[in-house]
């Protein structure tokens, strides 16, 4: 093994069995499941346990880290990102392969693992140290520190309850940030706190990385800072390692294989959930240039078209959207104005300007209606996109961008003279 | 810069760590700080405050007394015997809080099993100093009794730390049995409760075991027998002698409970943040 590598896995998988209804395992189930062994070691015909389910999280994963390395670790929603940081870290072990690992590993899976909402920061702050593994002494060492980057002087004595979220973060972060691993790994935890300060965060890790050598995994869903901030990126999908090399082309070989999602969605006639006595939604899709897509460039304009079927009747129809961002939150509500429909297909077309929607996904439910207000179909989750970066109005900030939308608006900047009075 | 070479971590399906004692002896101050941790926040938002720490037994000790002193007629007119009473509080005290601590511990912290690595045992051994804590309130409040009373302090009291030790191995073997099975099985969450009510009764807590010769061999089936007694020996002057057969029978079963609670730990250890 090279002298220099800090980080090598093996073939490594990893099987979850998922339960279904049930959350946890009560006792009569495992009792049952010995009964029905028991019953088929008896002779009696095997039983199959429905109930239960391989999900294999991470399969054959192979790569190896040098040392000062900071590697961004990418993919979609449970692709394995956030398993194979859970291996690395220890906290799950592996179903099978193996990992070896040089040096002092430190894990930030979440920002401030076991604060204490009653304890002071002050009290946390050597709490939350001791839980990643720092001594007593190498905190006391490092509290002025601490505290400066955390720039929560003034709020030492009082329970972290009583902080706003921002600060908590930022005491959080800085903890972390002054631990002194060798490895250091990372899960998306700059998802949350003030720009200025993820800046500041991001601003660590780099150095951190960079001066001092250490090894940075780093997980991320935002592809802007994992390319500014990583050397190099692995590109997790269904569990396998797809792509490794230098960031920037996992980067966009990872925003271009995003392009399968489908973007459209058709319902058979036979769907219920689609259908009333009077209308019946048929299908719908996004389009991009002309294109199917559910990946949409936040740059450009999105258009939005879905059909349906006048069953029976004539009468005043309309349609409805409702749209809601990856947090739930509902971000609009828009629709056509009614019309005279007797039976027959009928399509509703809507176009999103361009440089409207913010980076991330987007859920949206049609809604079909008579009489202006009465639903007949409310197909929730009927389709979904996703906006994804090109860089537009960043500069060089890497961090998040915050917001349900992201117009690009006319600012102005210009010079104010003569000097206003009270300057 | 030369480094030494590191030695190289190997995680693997079904290998424990063969640093693990190493580990634990490393996040001790963990340890403190998870025990500090709960003692801190214990009282907070409490009008009592840590008075909850002496009133319980004083109110255990105050029913018992009558229930069992006067009402039973065990005390046979001894003014004292609110002071037996205490003395055999005071280990069962120690060994329920330990208990209801430990075997509770894992699913607690289920935010943090899930999200760091440190070994697991730690959990349950810091509830256990909460326990200790707690204990030594209660043998301050004994003392004060024992003033009162005018009860000498006995040579053997020296041997006292053996007994306490005794019933903190108790609750640790049965509390890391029920907090690992915690963690798949949340049926123990309810067995614990009743398994100390009923342990109370079963504990001769109450009554002092040599007003009952017959029974003795089949009381010291419960571990915590030979804890009460040893403390009654240790605290009270006219305490009769120890019945070491009993003493015998406790120490192999806590011996048991403690090498099979760690095993079974141990094994499931790895798997806890799967499931938790």
Known sequence: MNPETVISVDNLAKRYVLGHAVPYTTLRDTLGQGARRLWSRLGGAPTVDSSREEFWALRDVNFSINRGEVVGIIGRNGAGKSTLLKVLSRITEPTRGRVGLRGRVASLLEVGTGFHPELTGRENIYLNGAILGMMRAEITRKFDEIVAFAEVERFLDTPVKHYSSGMYVRLAFAVAAHLEPEILIIDEVLAVGDSAFQKKCLGKIGEVARGEGRTVLFVSHNMGVVANLCSRALLLDAGRVVRDGPANQVVSAHISTNTKSAGAVEWPGTDASVTSERLRLVSARLLVAGQVTGDVPIDQEVTLEYEFEVRAGRGSVTSSIHLFDKQGVWVLCSGPASAELGPGFFRHQVRFPANFFNDGLYTLSLILLTNVTQIQVHKRDAISFSVFETGVGREEYGGIIHGCVRPVLPWQTGPVSPAPPHA | ?276
């Open chain 2, 1 to 276: 810069m030369e480094k030494p070479a590191t030695p190289e971590l190997v995680l693997e399906a079904g290998r424990s760590s063969r640093h693990y004692w190493a580990d634990l002896w490393r996040y001790r101050e963990l340890l403190g700080f998870l025990a500090w941790r709960d003692i801190k926040v214990r009282y907070k938002q409490t009008v009592l405050g840590v008075l909850w720490a002496l009133l319980q037994p004083l109110v255990t000790m105050g029913i018992f007394s009558f229930i069992f002193g006067t009402l039973a007629g065990m005390g046979k007119g001894d003014a004292r015997y609110p002071l037996v009473v205490m003395a055999g509080l005071l280990p069962w005290q120690l060994f329920s809080a330990g208990l209801s601590g430990s075997s509770g511990s894992l699913v607690a912290n289920t935010h943090l099993i899930s999200k760091i690595y440190f070994p697991r045992l730690i959990v349950p051994l810091s509830a256990l100093a909460v326990a200790l804590l707690d204990f030594l309130v209660a043998l301050g409040l004994y003392g004060a009794m024992a003033l009162y009373f005018g009860e000498p302090v006995a040579w053997r009291s020296l041997l006292l730390p053996g007994f306490m030790l005794m019933a903190l191995l108790i609750a640790l073997g049965a509390g890391l049995w029920l907090t690992a099975l915690t963690v798949k099985f949340r049926d123990f969450r309810y067995i614990v409760p009743f398994l100390l009510q009923v342990g109370l009764f079963l504990s001769p807590v109450g009554f002092r075991t040599d007003v009952l010769p017959n029974w003795r061999d089949l009381l010291a089936l419960n571990p915590l027998t030979g804890v009460i007694e040893g403390f009654r020996w240790c605290l009270l002057a006219d305490a009769p002698p120890l019945y070491l057969p009993g003493l015998g029978i406790s120490l192999t079963l806590t011996a048991i409970l403690v090498i099979t609670g760690l095993w079974y730990f141990r094994k499931t250890e790895r798997q806890f943040a799967d499931v938790i």
